[in-house]
């Protein structure tokens, strides 16, 4: 969620009113609007605030309401006036949700919301029922947005920021990628943050960068865009490619777009209102769709590492290697008996006990081999992969870089594994 960092207690928050807060004006340094024209995608959804009011068929001007004991105090203080939406926190906006998020303000606005929804405090009731709201959610595309930010200081942040909606029950094990998460204190940056919240859909770590920026962000507009595909994500300042995460979330995401106070960027300063404004936010859809890959990667729960023969040692390894390395890619092939076989993308070789070493390896198999043969267990959301000749499962308990087999229990993170598309 818009929350930062790698405590586990995260969130954030909105106040709604809107009030008179002109646009900003232009400065000569501002980044053009390219317009919603983009080669080789088509615009999916376009958001250029115009008008006077939100275009409440699209926007929910609230922050995940249902978490809040007084919804009141969710609702967003913003305006929309010269093509520019300008989100705000007065002196006056009370903290949304004092039980559960302390001091937390917020000023905020979301495509979608429903009952549960991102979770951010174990501890958190869902308070009262939300009728769910889709305004707009997406899987896959590229995203952008041009935004001046605020230059009030203090602790506090201005954030865009996308959240599955797989999980709809209490645990709301839904990632998150934070597109922007731009900290007051530090307006020279551009604060990228991803993580997984516990779903097998995504990286199992907080990843993230407060990347340099040019120019002044925090008086001029400057355009942040990500694009998004079944296998990474790829961030752009400027039309600059600024920062890659090699793996992607498979699932639809809602956007929330708010500005925040505290939420582990520090402690707040009197400097009111604290406001940004934001011009456009688009979302393109490639020409031609995203396809599902033939290939995938197998990726460990407990260690966020893949399967690969990189080194071609004759066992397969566990570690950190690109996605993109035909080494980490196998194609799975379903035999006469309906067991499962895996075809390395690389060599053509297959996953394989045939030495019967302890280890993993691979190599060529002929048609009647069980110790090529492999079915899928799903535990928790993962998949547990089972050998046919020794009834063993693929793990790395040994925690020695390469794939091991045998009796590890189903609960262990070890032998649970995500298998996500290639490219």
Same mark, same amino acid.
């Given at each position: ?16 009113? %809107?009030?008179?807060? %002109? ?11 390219? =317009? ?31 978490? %809040? ?86 602790? =506090? ?74 296998t990474e994500l790829k961030f752009y300042y400027d039309g600059q490619l600024v920062r890659t995460i090699a793996d992607a979330p498979n699932q639809p995401m809602g956007l929330i777009l708010g500005i925040y106070t505290d939420a582990g960027s520090g402690v707040h300063n009197d400097v009111w209102p604290k406001s940004w404004a934001v011009d456009y936010l688009r979302v393109f859809k ?17 260690? =966020? ?31 006469? =008996? ?71 229990? %189903? ?13």
């Amino acid at each position: 969620m818009k929350r930062f960092l790698g405590s586990l207690v995260l969130g954030v928050t909105a106040l709604l009113l %809107a009030g008179t807060v %002109a646009a900003p004006a232009a400065v000569a340094a501002d980044i053009p609007d390219p =317009g919603p024209i983009k080669a080789g995608y088509t615009l999916d959804f376009n958001e250029d605030f115009t008008g006077s009011s939100l275009d409440t068929n699209k926007w929910l001007p609230y922050y995940l309401p249902h978490w %809040a004991a007084n919804r009141a105090n969710s609702a967003a203080r913003y305006t929309v006036a010269n093509g520019v939406l300008t989100e705000r926190i007065d002196a006056d906006t009370p903290a949304w949700n004092p039980a559960y998020d302390t001091t937390v303000k917020v000023s905020s606005i979301q495509t979608y919301d429903a009952n549960w929804w991102h979770r951010f405090n174990a501890d958190m009731p869902n308070d009262h029922n939300e009728p769910t709201f889709n305004g707009y959610t997406t899987k896959y595309g590229y995203i952008e947005m041009r935004a001046k930010l605020s230059n009030t200081g203090g602790g =506090g942040h201005q954030a865009l920021w996308l959240v599955g909606t797989d999980d709809k029950t209490s645990a709301s094990a839904n990632p998150e990628i934070d597109m922007l998460e731009t900290f007051f204190s530090k307006p020279d940056t551009w604060r990228i943050a991803a993580y997984n919240w516990g779903s097998p859909d995504f990286i199992p770590y907080w990843d993230s960068c407060e990347c340099q920026t040019t120019g002044s962000p925090t008086s001029e507009f400057h355009i942040y865009g990500m694009d998004w595909s079944p296998t990474e994500l790829k961030f752009y300042y400027d039309g600059q490619l600024v920062r890659t995460i090699a793996d992607a979330p498979n699932q639809p995401m809602g956007l929330i777009l708010g500005i925040y106070t505290d939420a582990g960027s520090g402690v707040h300063n009197d400097v009111w209102p604290k406001s940004w404004a934001v011009d456009y936010l688009r979302v393109f859809k490639k020409d031609g769709g995203y396809p599902a890959a033939d290939y995938e990667v197998i990726k460990n729960r407990q260690t =966020g590492e893949l399967l690969h023969i990189e080194d071609k040692t004759g066992n397969v390894q566990s570690g950190v290697v690109p996605a993109t390395y035909w080494s980490a890619q196998w194609k799975e092939e379903v035999t006469a =008996g309906g067991y499962t076989r895996f075809k390395n993308r690389w060599t053509g070789d297959y996953l394989t006990l045939e030495g019967a070493t302890g280890n993993v390896q691979y190599g060529t198999v002929t048609a009647g081999q069980w110790a090529a043969d492999w079915t899928k267990e799903i535990v928790d959301g993962y998949t547990r992969i089972k050998n046919r000749n020794t009834g063993g499962y693929i793990n790395t308990e040994a925690a020695n870089g390469i794939a091991h087999y045998g009796t590890v229990p %189903a609960g262990y993170w070890t032998s649970q594994w995500t298998l996500q598309p290639a490219s």
